[in-house]
Structure formats: structure tokens, C-alpha cells
């Protein structure tokens, strides 16, 4: 994994951004047009907006507007975060058709959807181990090695 689209904001994609800085990856940030001036975007080694003014939510939301981004950035990899992305198999197979990694917070039962589908796939989803880690910048370490 070379690249690193995050398809969060705020402190999650704050934390995964340093931790890809600090794995030698470049950071690929998304943001609304209300965040353009969020840190997030500002420490990502590169950063698209995407969505339209007015509905920040949505912005992170859109499934074919991140998966456009990854591939426009050149993303091999695509880290959700935590909520609603994360737990999308929808998200996962979009993610998986792109040819990209899906890298995954420890898996819960909410993810037997985008686990079935990765498994189905062939593609190996980047997943830490079943303890609880706390940090994106730990998860992202024991996803690498």
C-alpha cells in the first residue's frame, strides 16, 4: 500500500493520516465545502472536496463520489473509518471493484456483510486483530507489517 484515501474527517482521519505519514504512504484526505478548512484536509498530504455545499453529512456518505476520488488520487488503499462506511458492505464491494485494499477496524458483528463480500471477492481486506486497538495510527501499524 502506497497510497491512503480516508474517507472520514476530524480526529479519525486526523490519527490515520499521521499514522500513513508516519508507514512512508501518502494520505489522500476528503472534505465537504463547510471543512475546507478543517485540519483534517489541511495535514493530508493531498486533499479533493467532494459533494455539494450545504450538505456536509452527505458528503461523507457518498459511496460513488469517495470511489471516484480514490481512483482520480490514485488510492490503492481506502480506510472508512469508524460509522456507516465502515459497516457498508455496499462500501466494501465498491472499495473491492476499484482494486483497492479496504482497510478495516477489528471486525465486529456488523461487518459480516463486507467480510462475506471480501471473502467472495478474493481480496484481502486489512483488518487489526480482535483486541480492541483504540488509535487509527496503532490499526494502520498492525495492518503494514
Same mark, same amino acid.
Given at each position: 500500500?502506497?497510497k491512503l484515501?480516508i474517507?472520514?474527517?476530524g480526529?479519525?482521519?486526523?490519527? $490515520?493520516?499521521r499514522?500513513a !505519514?508516519?508507514?512512508?504512504m501518502t494520505?489522500?484526505? =476528503?472534505?465537504? #465545502?463547510?471543512?475546507?478548512? +478543517?485540519?483534517?484536509?489541511?495535514?493530508?498530504?493531498?486533499a479533493?472536496?467532494i459533494g455539494? $455545499?450545504?450538505?456536509?453529512? !452527505?458528503t461523507y456518505?457518498d459511496?460513488?463520489a469517495? =470511489?471516484?476520488? #480514490?481512483?482520480?488520487a490514485g +488510492?490503492?488503499?481506502?480506510?472508512?473509518?469508524y460509522?456507516?462506511?465502515s459497516?457498508?458492505a455496499?462500501?466494501?464491494q465498491?472499495?473491492?471493484?476499484r482494486n483497492?485494499?479496504?482497510?478495516?477496524?477489528?471486525r465486529?458483528a456488523?461487518?459480516d456483510g463486507?467480510?462475506?463480500?471480501?471473502k467472495t471477492?478474493g481480496?484481502?481486506?486489512?483488518?487489526a486483530c480482535r483486541?480492541?486497538i483504540?488509535f487509527?495510527?496503532?490499526q494502520l501499524k498492525?495492518?503494514v507489517r
Open positions: 500500500m502506497q484515501l474517507a472520514n474527517r480526529e479519525i482521519a486526523i490519527r $490515520a493520516a499514522a !505519514r508516519e508507514l512512508g494520505s489522500v484526505a =476528503i472534505y465537504s #465545502a463547510e471543512d475546507r478548512s +478543517a485540519l483534517h484536509r489541511l495535514i493530508a498530504d493531498e479533493y472536496q455539494e $455545499a450545504g450538505h456536509p453529512v !452527505r456518505l459511496i460513488p469517495i =470511489i471516484a476520488t #480514490a481512483h482520480t +488510492a490503492d488503499a481506502v480506510y472508512p473509518g460509522g456507516f462506511l459497516e457498508s455496499v462500501f466494501a465498491a472499495v473491492i471493484d483497492a485494499h479496504l482497510v478495516k477496524k477489528h465486529t456488523t461487518d463486507a467480510a462475506q463480500i471480501v471477492c481480496r484481502q481486506a486489512w483488518r483486541n480492541e483504540r487509527i495510527d496503532e498492525v495492518f
